[in-house]
C-alpha cells in the first residue's frame, strides 16, 4: 500500500520533538507574524519572515511595506530560496522583501496603485537595501502546505495545511493555559495601574494566570523572572484592550509567551507588547503604531495602522516542561486522515 509522504514527513518530526508544545515552539523559531485570516498594514513592518494564510493588503498608494529586513534584524540570515513572505490569498499593494523570496497562492490586484513586490537577496551580507542578486516572486501558486520543518511553502498535500497548523497552534495554546501556577509566585497591583508578576525559585518553567481586570487597558505591566527562565503568562479574558507598558527584567523577552487564549478580540494602541503573542482564537486584532517584539500568532483579522510593527525577536525559551498530549501527533492525525479521505474520493 503507497503511503502517504506528508504522514511520514509529519511523523519523523514527531518522534523527533522534545517538546510537547512542538508546533509553536518549531514555528517561533522561524515566523515573526503568521496570521490565519487577512491582513490589512498601513506604515510600519514585520522584520522577520511573514505569513498570512487569507489576503494582504500594505500601503496600498503609498510607500512599500517591508518585510524580512536583515539590517534591523540580524538574526535573519541569508538562506538562499527561504520564503519570508508567504500569502494563500491575494495581495493589494506594495511591498519589499529584503532578505529572499515571496510565495502568494493568489493574484498581485491592483488597489489604488500597481501591486508590486520587490524582493532582494543577499541584505544580510552587505547591508543594504539594494544589494546585488534578486530574489523570486511566485504569484497564483494556487493552494498550498507549510513545510513544519523549514516554514516553506510546498506543494498541498505534502506539507501541514494551514487549518491544521492552526489546530495544532490552539493545542498548545490550551495546554499552556492549564498550567498549574508557579509556586511562589507575586503578583501585585497598586490600584494606580502598575501591575508586577515577580517569579522566584528554581523551576522547570515559570506560569501565571493574570486576570482581565489586571491586565487590561492602561497598565504599567512588569515581569521579573530569573536569568534564563521561561516563562509563560496565561491572560483571561475575551475582548482585550492594551495600552501603557510591559517590561521584562531578569530573562530575555525572547523567553516570554503572553497566552491569549480566551482572546475573541485584542487592541493594541502605542505600546511594545514584549514577548511571544499567541492569540490563536481571535476573530480580530488591532495594532495603532508600537511594536509586537516576539513572534506573533494570530487568527482573524488583523489590521496593523499607524506605523505599528512586528519586530523579529524570535522564541528562545524550553518548552520541554509542557506535559502531553503533543499537538504534532495531533497533526500526523489529521494529515493522515485527509490523505485517506482523499484517496478514497479518487
Partial sequence: MKKSHAAISLLAIT??????????????????????GNFYGMGGDTEGRHFTSGNVTVNDGSNLYTVADAVVAPDLPYSPGRHDLIIGGNFTGKAYVLTESAYVGGSLV??????????????PLSGSYYSSGTGTVTTNAGPFDIDLATGQAVASGS????????????????????????????????????????????????????????WDGQKYRTITAPEDATVIINVEGSEIDLSGTMNVTGTELTNVIINYQEAT?????SMDHNGAMLAVNTTSYEQTAGGLNGAAFIAG????????????????GDLSAVP???????????????????????
Fill in 15 to 36: 518522534v523527533s520533538a522534545t517538546s510537547s508544545a512542538a508546533v509553536f515552539e518549531g514555528l517561533s523559531t522561524q515566523f515573526n507574524a503568521m496570521i490565519f
Fill in 265 to 269: 478580540s485584542i487592541a493594541m494602541t
Fill in 159 to 214: 506539507g501541514a495545511s494551514f487549518d491544521a497548523i492552526l489546530t495544532g497552534l490552539r493545542a498548545d495554546s490550551l495546554a499552556f493555559s492549564r498550567l498549574a501556577d508557579t509556586p511562589g509566585t507575586v503578583a501585585t497591583n497598586d490600584g494606580y495601574g502598575s501591575v508586577g508578576i515577580t517569579f522566584t525559585g528554581d523551576h522547570d518553567i515559570y506560569v501565571y494566570t493574570v486576570s482581565e481586570a489586571d
Fill in 110 to 123: 491592483n488597489g489604488v496603485s500597481t501591486a508590486e513586490i520587490q524582493v532582494y537577496n543577499g541584505a
Fill in 324 to 346: 502531553e498530549p503533543s499537538s504534532y501527533a495531533l497533526l500526523v492525525a489529521m494529515t493522515a486522515g485527509a490523505f485517506v479521505a482523499a484517496r478514497r474520493r479518487r
Fill in 301 to 316: 483579522e488583523v489590521e496593523k495602522n499607524g506605523g505599528g510593527e512586528f519586530h523579529n525577536h524570535l522564541f528562545t
